[in-house]
């Protein structure tokens, strides 16, 4: 019996990556995790991630540390406020202060070097650039760059032989679609953490935009979000 | 009176990414210098790039921990023996155990998040394609590839006016090249350090890929090497 092929997933401990994981799994790879400890003002995500890595049956689960922190220019890395409440149209066209400068370039490059020395050719990334936060690396745009980056980077790279490819199942689906793939692939949502900014008790704000992609998402999938948020009134309509 | 066009600089506290320094302070710019902590056996080459960003004027020297060291794959990170004496064509041909997987392309990506904190369009890297160690990320392939990724990843690239350039002043030059190049603006080649595994006197092995380029470079330019080695043998012919 031979070892199935590696993949990597990055692990955010979110509704989308989970659901990549889930998928990666289901096609029978053996899942690498990779999540990433950068300056976030909570922890509770990489908490979910390592649960999540666990009932998934990822063969190993690493957190890196990024220290992004002291690059500072985001709402999740600086000491910024986290806004609430935008309109879905803002959601949809602007680029908010909680965009990571660079952030998916940085954990494709480790995703990139940890596939090099497992020998992995797979890298998967849970980006969507439909019901997304208008991040610019979030595009399909990009993706077809960095691959090409990657492809040229590692030892394979010199010999012509590169097969690395960033996978991104979730690039033309609608939050309410991922929901109802997870799902028919036994997700339990209630292990993931997507909230930008919980309040002390630990519960989801439901006003964030991370907060409002996923209510509307799960309202659309005509199906009920399993956590716990502070507010009620953002779960219409 | 306006500040000076801002730069970030990759700064190993090597010979290249010295020169780099010297030539990007010469050209005017306001000087970001960029080290990294990845798990090195060795952190002489960090005090030596702190002492040339004070020495070349830079306006900052910010360094970073990167934690390579949990994905290995190195003789640079991991417990793995460097190699010594390997012969120039294997040198020029061949990957050598010392290559760390996908370093620059994270190296370039963190610098990437920093120039878009910075507002800076340029971006300087000392990789160098003729007297070098056969890395893959060395290539001007691979840079022309992660320009295209930094020009989509940012703020700037979803509005399509992203000016970012990777500059590689290097790229053609011969080591002896560099060093007259360093030399001309005033470098003192005893500020760097460039070998992979000084002994415990803190010299240079001299034997070392890095030693061996370093040392060959400084004979092809008719000049004496400043700094201290173990052995002498290495630096003939």
């Known amino acids: 019996m031979t070892d199935p092929a590696r993949a990597v997933v990055l692990l955010s401990g979110g509704l989308d990556s989970t659901t990549v994981l889930a998928i990666v799994r289901d096609q029978g790879f053996g899942a690498y995790a990779l999540s990433f400890r950068y300056g976030q003002r909570h922890a509770a995500e990489l908490d979910a991630a390592a649960r999540i890595a666990g009932v998934l049956g990822a063969a190993e689960h690493l957190v890196l540390d990024l220290g992004l922190d002291a690059i500072g220019g985001s709402a999740l890395t600086a000491d910024?406020?986290?806004?609430?409440?935008?309109?879905?149209?803002?959601?949809?066209?602007?680029?908010?202060?909680?965009?990571?400068?660079?952030?998916?370039?940085?954990?494709?490059?480790?995703?990139?070097?940890?596939?090099?020395?497992?020998?992995?050719?797979?890298?998967?990334?849970?980006?969507?650039?439909?019901?997304?936060?208008?991040?610019?690396?979030?595009?399909?745009?990009?993706?077809?760059?960095?691959?090409?980056?990657?492809?040229?980077?590692?030892?394979?790279?010199?010999?012509?032989?590169?097969?690395?490819?960033?996978?991104?199942?979730?690039?033309?689906?609608?939050?309410?679609?991922?929901?109802?793939?997870?799902?028919?692939?036994?997700?339990?949502?209630?292990?993931?953490?997507?909230?930008?900014?919980?309040?002390?008790?630990?519960?989801?704000?439901?006003?964030?935009?991370?907060?409002?992609?996923?209510?509307k998402g799960f309202a659309e999938a005509g199906l009920t979000d399993p956590i716990a948020y502070e507010t009620v009134a953002a779960a219409g309509p």
């Open 80 to 215: 910024i406020g986290v806004p609430k409440d935008r309109a879905p149209e803002a959601i949809a066209s602007e680029i908010p202060i909680t965009y990571v400068p660079a952030r998916n370039t940085i954990f494709l490059a480790y995703g990139l070097a940890w596939a090099e020395v497992l020998g992995a050719d797979d890298i998967f990334i849970g980006v969507n650039a439909l019901d997304y936060s208008g991040y610019p690396d979030c595009r399909p745009d990009f993706i077809a760059a960095f691959e090409a980056v990657a492809r040229l980077a590692t030892r394979t790279g010199v010999e012509g032989t590169s097969r690395v490819s960033i996978q991104t199942p979730l690039i033309a689906m609608t939050k309410a679609e991922i929901i109802k793939t997870g799902r028919a692939l036994g997700v339990d949502y209630g292990l993931t953490v997507s909230c930008y900014d919980p309040g002390g008790t630990g519960r989801a704000c439901g006003e964030c935009d991370a907060c409002q992609l996923r209510l």
